[in-house]
């Protein structure tokens, strides 16, 4: 079994905290207020209101991350941040769920599930976050349909601020967990893709090598609720 651990690192000062605690110091870090303080000078002529989003790994909430997102930002601009930080393997198609709506993008390997499921009746990712979100939402993310890695997301607090572009921000994330290797207990550096299924499959170098399932199946432990699936390295 993989050891719990939920610290993380503040973007601003590197604090290193509990999840717990991260929301309440990004309120009060002096950092970030500094931070603040510099783009709001910046762009005074050009003001708009920001969410505060935490998102976290729905089966694996060990990994998170606290973003700032402009209301004007897009879903897919939403979508395009997660891929990039968390989960991009091979283009699979993505949906963020909002209120029971869904909104999908992306048509790469599986576009054949668009008829399957009939998905070209919904929506698609183009609508801005101030439309669909408000303070206190939360909702869902999805990616590949075939092999999925669910996100649970909420908008935790708003306010007005001062912004460069569109631009989604990260303002803290989960330091990488440290799991051990399941032979020999050592810290884990790869991960089989076929055990990890069954909660196990977590290997040092070395035992790596004497796993029976192969080097075919072995990924690169990575820092993201993506680690170990299809062929996410991070
Ligand atoms: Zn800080
Ligand atoms: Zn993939
Ligand atoms: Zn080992
Ligand atoms: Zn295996």
């Not at 309120?27 to 783009?39: D, P, Q, Y």
Request: overall charge neutral; proline content about 3%.
């Amino acid at each position: 079994m993989t050891r719990q651990t939920s610290k993380g690192k503040c973007s601003f000062c590197n604090a290193v905290l509990s999840k717990a605690k991260m929301t309440k110091h990004l309120k009060s870090c002096e950092k970030r207020k500094a931070a603040l303080g510099s783009s709001l000078a910046m762009s005074s002529a050009r003001k708009t209101k920001i969410f505060h989003i935490i998102v976290e790994g729905r089966y694996l909430p060990k990994y998170w991350m606290h973003l700032d997102a402009p209301t004007t930002a897009t879903l897919e601009d939403l979508d395009e941040f997660l891929r990039d930080t968390w989960v991009e393997c091979c283009g699979h198609m993505s949906a963020f769920t909002i209120q029971g709506a869904r909104y999908t993008t992306g048509l790469g390997i599986d576009a054949m599930w668009i008829n399957f499921f009939g998905l070209d009746a919904e929506r698609d990712m183009d609508v801005a976050l101030g439309k669909v979100l408000v303070l206190g939402t939360k909702f869902s993310y999805e990616y590949d349909f075939g092999t999925t890695t669910e996100l649970a997301l909420k908008v935790v607090a708003e306010r007005e601020g001062g912004i460069k572009g569109e631009s989604i921000q990260l303002l803290a994330r989960n330091e990488p967990p440290l799991i051990p290797c399941d032979v020999c207990g050592k810290i884990a550096t790869q991960v089989c893709a076929q055990c990890i299924w069954d909660n196990e499959g977590w290997f040092c170098d070395k035992c790596a090598r004497k796993h029976a399932c192969g080097e075919d199946m072995l990924m690169p432990v990575v820092n993201s609720p993506r680690v170990g699936m299809c062929g996410y390295t991070g």
